[in-house]
């Protein structure tokens, strides 16, 4: 029987074992482990305790102060600066101040941090976005950061795989962002829990990288262990400008693709030739539905950005609906450009000053808005239309507001409306 | 390891937004977060909660962030144990790590009611409603997780390692 493409990579770094089989308990290296200023300072509090003078690899730990920075409050400014301090005191490579910073899904692959064949572990749930690179990468918690920062493995059960296949060529203004919330819809929250999620299909010929990261972004939305796709042309374009531009550490890389005979414990498929734009109610991203179905769902703020959807095409898509347009009075829109160099680059192409025009405003990266957290929060009984990837309850603010999930060209059209629309309704 | 206490039920997708919201990630100190434990999901849960309490939900409880502060929250409000019929992976493996004694049993879940009180053997898997002799048998770990769960949490099997591994040295270097 043949290996799945995430078998291959657990296998590649599995310790001590000849062969792998889902089910199994597996210790692994890991290439790269990753930490935010939420997670990190319980990660580094427990490395402390465990009284090492040093960590595993200064070069394959990345630490990202992205939640609630430029710090929101003085707590928030403590946990950020104890990630600082530890970069500092431990040399850690890859520690990025605000300036440089990032929404840290979007900052490591600009950066050539993660590369295909890997195997990382983040702090961080949406750390399964990496997959779109052929990396195995999934969502560890804070302690589990802090044993791979001292020993630099995991322990990991090997998972079983669904194989959903997408076939078709999107239509216009169809992106990543619908095809996945396409297949949370018919997976459910938990279809995939504990599995992984292997994005596959001749409609990823159509699909950019960004594309393929908000979708393997929301693998874990279906509770996947992990999302990935088998790397090609596309992903290969992407890494190689990557590793040309910011001449990482680690160059070399392994394109892998599952067996021909590898086993899935399920195999969906979807065509999206037809599918319309979908947007997923209150408050779970498995309440996808075409974005024709919601009828004057009033809308008071949007927001454009995060991990999922705050990458140059995204801003690239919102600037073109939002040009020489106005947003509705009474609505607010705010675009969060993921990482420093989405931002310069939407400066020089001029999304910006389009989105700024538009009566939008245009921040500072963080991931601020989409946890609430800070830079957006909803009061009790507003609705936000948000390109982010969660929808639950509390999830922007009050525990009586209301988010609807979709991609940006639906976000900003319906900042355009002032309540739920379609970019060609515009 | 042997619980008894109230049961407080949930429903299905319990999530670590509702857990612990984010408006409190600015610390990471245990009681500060308890005291907002479930918040989202119930606001008087804290008040109502008493020591060695135990959580009862549905499917893919834990379900969301990564934020280990929603198991540390649930263990420093003073819940004994967690029983649901599935758990969400990361909360899954963070309550593990962390030592907060989690259990999967859909057929107790179901039973279970607001109000009701159970018995638990974690370590055997078994749950008993107080008054009844019905055991509900919980999935048990395997022989890699007990090992971590035995030596109280992955940081302290880690520390255990670390002992090991300098008594290795010392060994060698008293041959020399």
Same mark, same amino acid.
């Given at each position: 029987?043949?290996?799945t493409?995430?078998?291959k990579?657990?296998?590649?770094?599995?310790?001590?074992?000849?062969?792998?089989?889902?089910?199994?308990?597996?210790? +692994?290296?890991?290439?790269?482990?990753?930490?935010?200023?939420?997670?990190?300072?319980?990660?580094?509090? #427990?490395?402390?305790?465990?009284g090492?003078?040093?960590?595993?690899?200064?070069?394959?730990?990345? %630490?990202?102060?992205?939640?609630?920075?430029?710090?929101?409050?003085?707590?928030?400014?403590?946990? +950020?600066?104890?990630?600082? #301090?530890?970069?500092?005191?431990?040399?850690?490579?890859?520690y990025?101040?605000?300036? /440089?910073?990032g929404?840290e899904?979007?900052?490591?692959?600009?950066?050539?941090?993660?590369?295909?064949?890997?195997?990382?572990?983040? +702090?961080?749930?949406?750390?399964?976005?990496?997959?779109?690179?052929?990396?195995?990468?999934?969502?560890?918690?804070?302690?589990?950061?802090?044993?791979?920062?001292?020993?630099?493995?995991?322990?990991?059960?090997?998972?079983?795989?669904?194989?959903?296949?997408?076939?078709?060529?999107?239509?216009?203004?169809?992106?990543?962002?619908?095809?996945?919330?396409?297949?949370?819809?018919?997976?459910?929250?938990?279809?995939? %829990?504990?599995?992984?999620?292997?994005?596959?299909?001749?409609?990823?010929?159509?699909?950019?990288?960004?594309? $393929?990261?908000?979708?393997?972004?929301?693998?874990?939305?279906?509770?996947?262990?992990?999302?990935?796709?088998?790397?090609?042309?596309?992903?290969?374009?992407?890494?190689?400008?990557?590793?040309?531009?910011?001449?990482?550490?680690?160059?070399?890389?392994?394109?892998?693709k599952?067996?021909?005979?590898?086993?899935?414990?399920?195999? !969906? /498929?979807?065509?999206?030739?037809?599918?319309?734009?979908?947007?997923?109610?209150?408050?779970?991203?498995?309440?996808?539905?075409?974005?024709?179905?919601?009828?004057?769902?009033?809308?008071d703020?949007?927001?454009?950005?995060?991990?999922?959807n705050? !990458?140059?095409?995204?801003?690239?898509?919102?600037?073109?609906?939002?040009?020489?347009?106005?947003?509705?009075?009474?609505?607010?829109?705010?675009v969060?450009?993921?990482?420093?160099?989405?931002y310069?680059?939407?400066?020089?192409e001029?999304?910006?000053?389009?989105i700024?025009?538009?009566g939008?405003?245009?921040?500072?990266?963080?991931?601020?808005?989409?946890?609430?957290?800070?830079?957006?929060?909803?009061?009790?009984?507003?609705?936000?239309?948000?390109?982010?990837? =969660?929808?639950?309850?509390?999830?922007?603010?009050?525990?009586?507001?209301?988010?609807?999930?979709?991609?940006?060209?639906?976000?900003?059209?319906?900042a355009?409306?002032?309540?739920?629309?379609?970019?060609s309704?515009? | 390891m042997?619980?008894?206490?109230?049961?407080?039920?949930?429903?299905?997708?319990?999530?670590?937004?509702e857990?612990?919201?984010?408006?409190?990630?600015?610390?990471?100190?245990?009681?500060? %977060?308890?005291?907002?434990?479930?918040?989202?999901?119930?606001?008087?849960?804290?008040?109502?909660?008493?020591?060695?309490?135990?959580?009862? +939900?549905?499917?893919?409880?834990?379900c969301?962030?990564?934020?280990?502060?929603?198991?540390?929250?649930?263990?420093?409000?003073?819940?004994s144990?967690?029983?649901?019929?599935?758990?969400?992976?990361?909360?899954? $493996?963070?309550?593990?790590?962390?030592?907060?004694?989690?259990?999967?049993?859909?057929?107790?879940?179901?039973? %279970?009611?607001?109000?009701?009180?159970?018995?638990?053997?974690?370590?055997?898997?078994?749950?008993?409603?107080?008054? =009844?002799t019905?055991?509900?048998?919980?999935?048990?770990?395997?022989?890699?997780?007990?090992?971590?769960?035995?030596?109280?949490?992955?940081?302290?099997?880690?520390?255990?390692?670390? /002992?090991?591994?300098?008594?290795?040295?010392?060994?060698?270097?008293?041959?020399?």
């Open positions: 029987m043949g290996y493409i995430t078998e990579i657990l296998l590649a770094h599995a310790q001590g074992v000849k062969d792998i089989a889902p089910g199994r308990f597996i210790k +692994a290296g890991v290439d790269l482990c990753l930490g935010n200023d939420i997670t990190s300072p319980i990660a580094i509090k #427990e490395f402390r305790e465990l090492r003078d040093k960590v595993f690899n200064q070069k394959r730990i990345v %630490l990202v102060p992205d939640h609630f920075t430029p710090a929101k409050d003085m707590k928030s400014a403590n946990q +950020a600066h104890m990630l600082k #301090e530890f970069a500092g005191e431990f040399g850690i490579a890859n990025f101040e605000v300036g /440089e910073m929404v899904h979007a900052l490591i692959p600009e950066r050539g941090l993660v590369l295909p064949g890997d195997l990382m572990i983040g +702090a961080d749930s949406h750390t399964c976005t990496h997959g779109a690179l052929g990396a195995f990468a999934t969502g560890v918690g804070s302690t589990d950061l802090a044993y791979a920062m001292a020993f630099g493995e995991c322990w990991l059960k090997v998972p079983e795989a669904i194989l959903v296949r997408f076939t078709g060529k999107p239509k216009k203004w169809v992106g990543g962002k619908d095809l996945i919330l396409h297949a949370i819809a018919d997976l459910g929250v938990s279809g995939a %829990l504990y599995k992984t999620l292997e994005l596959a299909g001749d409609s990823m010929e159509y699909l950019s990288m960004d594309d $393929r990261f908000s979708m393997c972004n929301m693998a874990i939305e279906a509770g996947a262990k992990n999302g990935i796709i088998a790397p090609d042309k596309t992903t290969e374009k992407y890494v190689k400008t990557v590793i040309r531009k910011y001449k990482p550490v680690r160059k070399s890389y392994k394109m892998l599952s067996d021909k005979d590898a086993s899935y414990a399920e195999v !969906r /498929e979807y065509n999206v030739s037809k599918l319309e734009p979908v947007v997923a109610a209150p408050h779970l991203p498995s309440n996808g539905k075409p974005v024709s179905e919601f009828k004057n769902v009033k809308v703020q949007v927001v454009i950005g995060s991990c999922t705050g !990458r140059i095409s995204d801003i690239r898509q919102a600037a073109h609906v939002l040009k020489n347009r106005k947003v509705h009075p009474g609505t607010r829109l705010i969060t450009p993921a990482t420093q160099a989405i310069k680059e939407a400066v020089r001029g999304y910006a000053e389009t700024i025009k538009s939008g405003v245009f921040c500072t990266p963080s991931c601020g808005s989409c946890l609430g957290g800070h830079m957006g929060i909803l009061a009790e009984g507003e609705v936000a239309v948000a390109t982010t990837n =969660r929808n639950f309850v509390g999830r922007m603010g009050h525990p009586k507001s209301f988010v609807y999930l979709s991609n940006p060209a639906v976000a900003a059209a319906s355009v409306k002032g309540k739920i629309s379609h970019p309704d515009l | 042997k619980f008894k206490g109230k049961v407080h039920k949930f429903g299905d997708n319990i999530n670590t937004d857990i612990i919201p984010a408006r409190y990630l600015n610390t990471s100190d245990p009681a500060e %977060l308890a005291r907002h434990c479930m918040e989202d999901a119930d606001p008087k849960f804290v008040k109502k909660l008493e020591e060695g309490d135990i959580i009862v +939900a549905g499917e893919n409880f834990g969301g962030s990564s934020r280990e502060h929603a198991p540390i929250a649930i263990k420093a409000a003073g819940v144990c967690v029983i649901a019929k599935s758990f969400a992976r990361i909360f899954y $493996r963070n309550a593990i790590n962390i030592g907060l004694p989690i259990l999967t049993s859909p057929s107790a879940a179901e039973t %279970l009611r607001e109000g009701d009180t159970a018995r638990v053997n974690a370590s055997k898997g078994e749950i008993v409603k107080s008054g =009844r019905k055991v509900y048998k919980s999935e048990v770990f395997p022989g890699f997780i007990r090992e971590i769960i035995k030596s109280g949490g992955l940081m302290e099997y880690a520390k255990s390692r670390e /002992e090991k591994k300098s008594a290795v040295k010392v060994k060698k270097k008293m041959k020399k």
